[in-house]
């Protein structure tokens, strides 16, 4: 497993030394059921889940939230995070196995995360990154174990890589949860407080208890939601997760994006 300071070093590593490719840009490379590496890299490995791939994986495998956070991943506790990151939990076998890995392949294939689709392409921000995406570059990774760069017949653009593995379904989620994780609040080097630190886990990993703390307190009559959209909170995920970022560009920033009730306003300003 790779530690931290040598994920460092390949962070920076990549941002010198790699060749930076754009959508247009091709490659050679062929994974199939056949190639002689079939399912080596998927032991071993640091695969960062994104909200939407939690949403995807829990509902793939029919699990609460919380039931998939206990069973499937390990929130590694950094004092230097500045906002909780999820791992995939390898399992404890000697070859540390992916826990979806079958002989036959990827027993999630059609729900797999992110980083699993994208590979071997990687995505990366220059350190100094302080607009959104205007300066990330793809690259190549080229592990040893992967046989597919030199079996390759097929030429692929990034873009057509990408599409070809369903990448953009996950872009709407990606760049909506960039908008937290790159958000000038953490930019300018500031982290979030440990409440905000849950606040921010519970939206973005844990769905359904997020879905807990809207119904089961008074948060519909402290802030303006419509009716519809309360409807829908109720059974879609991806509409809750939506709601979900809103709210924490709210609650963390302090951005206009949920709006109070006049209500519950002046009952603030009657307690004070
Ligand atoms: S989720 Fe699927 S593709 Fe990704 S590492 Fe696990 S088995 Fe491999
Ligand atoms: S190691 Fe490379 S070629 Fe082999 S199965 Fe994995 S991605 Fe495909």
């Known amino acids: 497993m790779t530690d931290n300071r040598s994920l460092q070093n390949l962070k920076e590593a990549i941002l010198k ?19 002689s590496c079939f399912n080596q890299c998927c032991s071993d ?3 960062f889940l ?19 956070l206990a069973q499937y991943t390990l929130t590694p506790l950094e004092k ?18 992916c826990p979806f890995v079958e002989a036959g392949g990827c027993s999630v294939y059609s729900d797999r995360p992110w980083a699993c689709r994208m590979y071997p ?15 990330d570059f793809y690259f190549l990774l080229k592990e040893e174990v992967c046989k597919g760069f030199a079996e390759a017949n097929k030429s692929w653009s990034v873009k057509e890589w990408m599409i070809n593995q ?10 909506l949860f960039k908008e937290l994780t790159l958000h000038p609040f953490l930019q300018g080097g500031k982290a979030l407080n440990p409440a905000k630190m849950e606040m921010f886990h519970m939206v ?19 802030f303006e939601v419509e009716e519809a959209l309360i409807k829908r909170l109720q059974v879609d995920d991806e509409e809750l997760l939506k709601f979900g970022f809103k709210w924490l560009k709210f609650s963390l920033y302090g951005e206009n994006t949920i709006i109070i009730k006049p209500e519950a306003q002046k009952k603030v300003l009657y307690e004070k």
């Open 17 to 35: 030394d790699y060749d930076r490719l754009g959508l247009k840009d091709s490659f050679s490379f062929n994974c199939y059921p056949g190639v």
């Open 204 to 222: 973005c990993y844990n769905l359904d208890k997020f879905r807990g703390f809207l119904f089961n307190t008074s948060f519909f009559q402290r």
């Open 50 to 68: 994104t909200p939407y791939d939690v949403l995807r994986l829990k509902r793939r495998l029919n699990l609460f939230s919380w039931d998939f």
């Open 166 to 175: 369903g990448v953009p379904q996950y872009d709407e989620f990606g760049r």
């Open 80 to 97: 230097n995070l500045q906002y909780p990151v999820l791992l995939l939990k390898m399992r404890d076998n000697p070859q540390k196995s």
């Open 45 to 47: 490995v640091n695969i």
């Open 121 to 135: 392409i990687g995505l990366a921000s220059p350190k100094d990154e302080s607009q959104l995406t205007e300066n």
